[in-house]
DNA sequence: TCCTGATAAGTAGATTGGCTACATGTTGCC
DNA sequence: GGCAACATGTAGCCAATCTACTTATCAGGA
């Protein structure tokens, strides 16, 4: 998979790991993966900056702990952050029905 | 629907267009915006841009006309623009499927 | 005649977000 | 001792899309 095809569709996807429960960078990165079946394999320095935009805009919240010695920012979703959530899937769907229209990916 | 979200989605669309029939830029445009269901208003400054690359890299074949007094560069796919729809669709399909995985779009 | 909107093609420069590469430190296992 | 996994981060690069602009023809209405 090409890295620009997750442009603008990578923030909608960390705020759907965070949704059930929070978690932290680490684990973020690995429900990617394991939700993507293995193919969202985020290099750190997509992830982390990404997190911090995403706190920054006021989408997440975080919080620091420490467990088994290692040091863990824990971010969770705020009421902005849900909402942005919402809205991203419906433009998902959007972008999904824009795009089959075009390709129609039926025929190869 | 934002603008970074066609990031690397929209070279394969604009091969699509022209794979039943060459097209020229305009009629390009028209295409998009027709089979998006007007939602693709794809700007000048982008499409030129991209036909250009698309032809430089290979996958398009370029030719100009003039009708009705305008002058007209008609695009058509080449072979190896055939291949390259072809794997951007099942390209697609994939994407498709990583962000479905992630997201659960179902649950609004 | 003049103006506007549609047709047609293009360039210059800004933006921006995901990338590579690097830096730092802990824990647990061989 | 050394390596893999855990855990977080920064600096700087790059490329594709965007905004804003330019040029030109043609048709139709005021």
Redesign the interface.
């Known amino acids: ?9 990578l923030d ?2 960390i705020l ?2 965070v949704e059930s429960e929070p978690l932290h960078g680490y684990a973020i990165m690995e429900a ?1 993966l394991e ?3 293995g ?2 394999d985020l290099p750190t320095g997509t992830l982390y900056p990404a997190l911090r935009r995403l706190e920054r805009a006021g989408y997440l919240a975080s919080e620091w702990s420490t467990v088994g010695g290692r040091k863990r920012r824990t971010y969770q979703l705020t009421s902005a952050g849900q909402k942005m959530l ?1 809205s ?12 089959e ?5 039926g025929q ?1």
Chains 1, 2 share one sequence.
Not at 90 to 95: A, C, G, N, S, V
Not at 101 to 105: A, F, K, N, S, Y
């Open positions: 998979m090409k890295a620009d095809a997750l442009r603008g569709h909608p996807m759907a790991v990617l939700r993507s079946g193919e969202l919402a991203g899937k419906q433009e998902w769907l959007t972008f999904r029905a824009v795009v229209g075009v390709l129609r990916p190869a």
